[in-house]
């Protein structure tokens, strides 16, 4: 298991299968700023995944954390995006994404990578990890910005599925707004 800037490793705590999430030393930082920036990182993943949790949102329960790494619960099931290498989505899963992005946003905790890799199906359902780019946020514009990606993700026709199943879930109308303006400007940029 590895991330884009985290080292993943299966590991346990006391008799629990979990993940210890450690943020390794990037040689192109000055020392000082990179033990900041990896602690504050750290920190601030543990605290929306326990905000997550509270919200009732299936995720991993954090056992500990540390200064540079984050254990939590080892959670068994398939990826999401693993699982649509081989077949379309559901109209389940669908739903139950939009869910879990509405239940996020509404204790305003923001994402920041929305996204079928991180994502995945449980024996207790859908569940989300991997809130290294996530903060917490009322901002219409960053709520917005994650309905985006995962459009993106899905393409046009499951993404207005996706953003019909935001609003049924309880997502807000304004953030829905924002979502259409961004994914609009990103065309534009994409045509040049
Ligand atoms: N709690 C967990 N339980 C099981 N697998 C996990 C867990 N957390 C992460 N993983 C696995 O490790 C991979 C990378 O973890 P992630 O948190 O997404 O790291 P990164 O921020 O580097 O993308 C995931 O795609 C998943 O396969
Ligand atoms: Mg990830």
């Known amino acids: 298991m590895k991330g884009a800037e985290a080292i993943l490793k299966k590991t346990r705590v006391l008799t629990f299968a979990a993940v210890e999430k450690f943020r390794p030393k990037k040689k192109y930082r000055a ?22 949790k509270e919200a009732g949102v299936t995720c991993p329960v954090v056992y500990e954390v ?16 693993h699982a649509l290498r081989r077949r379309a989505i559901k109209p389940a899963e669908i739903a139950s994404a939009a869910r879990i992005l509405a239940a996020l946003h509404s204790v305003d905790v923001v994402h920041g990578d929305f996204t079928p890799a991180n994502l995945m ?72």
């Open 121 to 192: 199906n449980t024996r207790e359902g859908m569940a989300v990890i991997d809130f290294g780019l996530g903060s917490i946020s009322n901002d219409n514009e960053d709520k917005g910005t994650d309905i985006v990606t995962m459009q993106k993700a899905l393409g046009a026709k499951k993404g207005a599925l996706f953003a019909a199943a935001y609003a049924r879930a309880g997502g807000k109308a304004p953030v829905l707004r924002m979502a259409k303006e961004i994914g609009k400007r990103g065309r534009y940029m994409e045509r040049g």
């Open 66 to 81: 540390s200064d540079f790494s984050i254990r939590m619960k080892f959670l068994e099931g398939e990826m999401l995006y």
């Open 31 to 52: 020392a000082a700023l990179d033990e900041k920036i990896r602690r504050e990182r750290t920190r601030r993943e543990a605290r929306l995944l326990a905000r997550a």
